[in-house]
């Protein structure tokens, strides 16, 4: 299949807001797909390559390269040029990987160039990305889109099972199972302002600590244990005295869903970039593993011999759970069957919580399943949110839906010498008026357009909510800001009543720590 059809469809989805056009598109693109590149065609429409992000960024990206008169670059092409940059390692690898790209958008045509940087960029823009291809899929292959869903839940792997249900139809969907050695989507939580309206929102429900550190998935198979991260990579190398704990339990057989974090002397969790870097080196696990020790602390049993357990209720799991993990392994939790009367006591778990260095809590219904890849409202997290003012400093292009629209902004705060330090980026939380709005303003404050990112005078200033702070040597004040997103503009206020360096550094955030880890900020936590 042409790239071309890819990039065509992709646009299409991107511009329509109705969610049954966008079915639609993406139905009949995946029916028309060779069985053989169906998978892949499915997975760069959900805005995922097979192998991961290769590791370009935008000054490789945003070279200008000559557009194909003519289409001629096909789906597999592009995947063996993906493959051959994944693979570039070494002295030279910066200018082989310019290289590999510069020849394949050199093959592309405008479009299709446009495409091929959102989806190297990990940026494909067009709405639901995952969900709306499963509808597709679903819609292409005549089968409902609830036991696509569940079969993509056990599977892990929307594309792969896409392959399959449009080769042979509903029949492929019988033969997926959860199982041992395959890793599964974690559920996620949504969110709550408070306690009290988590409990007020779920009825009978457990309230658990929430920790900042890796979630992983734990497989056991006699010997064998396999641990993966919450994108599914496989990390077990990477942390061996996990694997060893998890043999010593009594069970053969299970798959356990749990978090890895490191401990201080006095039992307060390191900070959460400083596990990141653990986890994400493949540099001397042996001397990382004595300079930082982790521990699991597990919270959910997915499978336990032969027993499928994702449709039992959250009480019944952990019942399970407790009788093959150890209390030191498990995270501490409070029940509270009757959230009339169990506030004061959930809250006073969570202010506990928080004292001992942790994010905020889970509350998670008692009577709830496991919704493998779905962020439900059967669990939900709270926790406290930092909010700074900051002045934007520079914003990105926008491309995909935002296209034609000034979108990822360049947040500083304030520096003693009365300059501004960059503390990071953001898009996030900026709805289609706000983007609108912020691109007229912005327009006017330009002072230097490369094309892609546009100085601005430093006029205008954000609200902004964060998650806490990291060590960053990207970044003049030493921090960067860890999931950021937009509240609100604040043109009511003057550049000079933004919040100050020092003001950043003393709110007290997430302890910073160091960069460069290859798992990243997207495995932290539950979700």
């Not at 995947?79 to 590999?100: F, K, M, N, S």
């Not at 709830?368 to 669990?379: D, E, F, I, L, V």
Request: net charge negative; with cysteine; hydrophobic share 45%.
């Amino acid at each position: 299949m042409l790239l071309s059809e890819v990039a065509r469809v992709s646009l299409e989805v991107a511009e329509t807001s109705a969610r049954s056009r966008k079915t639609a598109l993406l139905a009949e693109l995946f029916a028309a797909a060779p069985p053989e590149e169906a998978a892949l065609v499915v997975s760069y429409l959900a805005g995922r390559l097979p192998q991961g992000r290769p590791g370009v960024g935008w000054r490789t990206l945003g070279r200008t390269s000559e557009a194909a008169p003519e289409p001629s670059l096909t789906v597999s092409g592009v995947d063996a040029a993906v493959t051959e940059l994944a693979a570039v390692a070494g002295p030279g690898a910066q200018a082989e990987r310019a290289r590999i790209v510069d020849t394949l958008m050199g093959s592309a045509t405008g479009p299709e160039q446009r495409f091929l940087r959102s989806l190297l960029s990990g940026e494909v823009r067009q709405g639901a990305l995952d969900a709306v291809a499963l509808d597709g899929v679903a819609a292409a292959a005549g089968v409902p889109a609830v036991a696509l869903r569940r079969a993509v839940m056990l599977d892990g792997s929307l594309s792969r099972v896409a392959a399959a249900v449009l080769a042979e139809g509903a029949v492929a969907l019988e033969r997926v199972t959860l199982r041992v050695g395959r890793p599964v989507q974690p559920m996620l939580a949504g969110t709550a302002p408070s306690v009290a309206a988590a409990l007020s929102a779920l009825g009978p429900c457990a309230v658990e600590e929430k920790l900042d550190g890796i979630r992983v998935q734990v497989h056991r198979d006699g010997d064998d244990v396999r641990i993966h991260t919450r994108s599914l990579d496989e990390i077990t190398d990477r942390l061996p005295e996990v694997a060893e704990l998890v043999r010593t339990f009594p069970g053969e057989r299970f798959i356990l869903d749990g978090e890895v974090i490191g401990q201080a002397p006095d039992g307060r969790p390191v900070p959460f970039q400083e596990i990141a870097s653990r986890v994400g080196s493949r540099l001397d696990v042996a001397a990382a593993r004595r300079t930082l020790p982790v521990t699991p602390y597990f919270f959910d049993l997915l499978l336990s011999g032969d027993r499928v357990l994702l449709d039992l209720p959250v009480r019944e799991r952990y019942a399970e759970l407790a009788a093959l993990v150890p209390e030191a392994h498990r995270v501490r939790r409070l029940v509270a069957q009757d959230p009339a009367t169990a506030t004061a006591g959930a809250e006073e778990f969570w202010t506990r919580t928080l004292g001992r260095g942790h994010e905020g809590v889970v509350v998670k219904a008692l009577d709830s399943g496991y919704a493998a890849g779905r962020r439900g409202k059967q669990w939900l997290k709270v926790k406290p949110v930092h909010t700074l003012d900051l002045v934007v400093l520079a914003v990105e292009r926008g491309n995909g839906r935002r296209t034609g629209l000034l979108s990822n902004l360049h947040l500083g705060a304030r520096a003693a010498d009365g300059t501004y330090a960059m503390l990071g980026k953001t898009f996030k939380g900026l709805t289609d008026a706000m983007l609108t709005w912020q691109t007229e303003r912005l327009t006017e404050l330009a002072v230097e357009d490369d094309g892609y990112t546009i100085r601005v005078r430093p006029e205008l200033v954000v609200e902004i909510a964060y998650d806490g702070l990291q060590r960053s040597t990207r970044y003049p004040a030493g921090v960067a800001l860890r999931f950021a997103r937009v509240l609100r503009h604040r043109p009511d206020k003057t550049a000079e009543e933004a919040d100050t360096v020092e003001a950043v550094l003393g709110q007290g955030a997430t302890a910073p720590s160091s960069e460069g880890s290859a798992v990243g900020e997207a495995e932290a936590g539950d979700g």
